[in-house]
């Protein structure tokens, strides 16, 4: 009985322990650090906010709705499970994308 416990709980102790160390962007070169004032802040300024300045469902205004919005703004700015932004623009281009998801990786710092 003890061996069958142990059995059915091994697997999730391992299951549970890799997934604490999951990286949201796995693959990326994150080395240099993403400053949310001087990259994200600008990027988000150039591509989105004249559209999500409280309107169109979001605002991209600042530290605090950016990070709350981290998630939906990359899934927006991948097309992936949200429409694809910028609305009716081409898709930023993989460079400025990836310095969202390496400042979410970072632990999205207010720097
Ligand atoms: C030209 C205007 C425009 C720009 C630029 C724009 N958006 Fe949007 N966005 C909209 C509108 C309008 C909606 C509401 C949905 C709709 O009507 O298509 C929306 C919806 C969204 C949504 C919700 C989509 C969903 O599927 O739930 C997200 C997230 C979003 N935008 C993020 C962004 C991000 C991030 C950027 C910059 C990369 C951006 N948007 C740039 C107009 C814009």
């Excluded at 591509?47 to 999500?52: E, F, L």
């Excluded at 910028?86 to 993989?94: E, W």
Aim: hydrophobic share 35%; net charge negative; with cysteine.
């Amino acid at each position: 009985m003890t061996k069958i416990i142990f059995l059915a709980i091994f697997p999730l102790t391992i299951l549970s322990c890799s997934k604490d160390k999951v990286i949201p962007y796995s693959g990326l070169n994150c080395s240099d650090e993403i400053s949310f004032s001087e990259d994200v802040l600008p990027l988000i300024n150039q591509n989105c906010t004249g559209c999500h300045n409280n309107q169109n469902g979001y605002s991209l205004t600042n530290y605090d709705n950016i990070s709350t919005n981290s998630k939906a703004i990359i899934g927006a700015m991948r097309g992936n499970n949200y429409q694809l932004m910028p609305k009716g623009g081409p898709m930023l281009p993989d460079s400025l994308i990836e310095i969202m998801e390496c400042w979410v990786n970072q632990g999205k710092l207010n720097n």
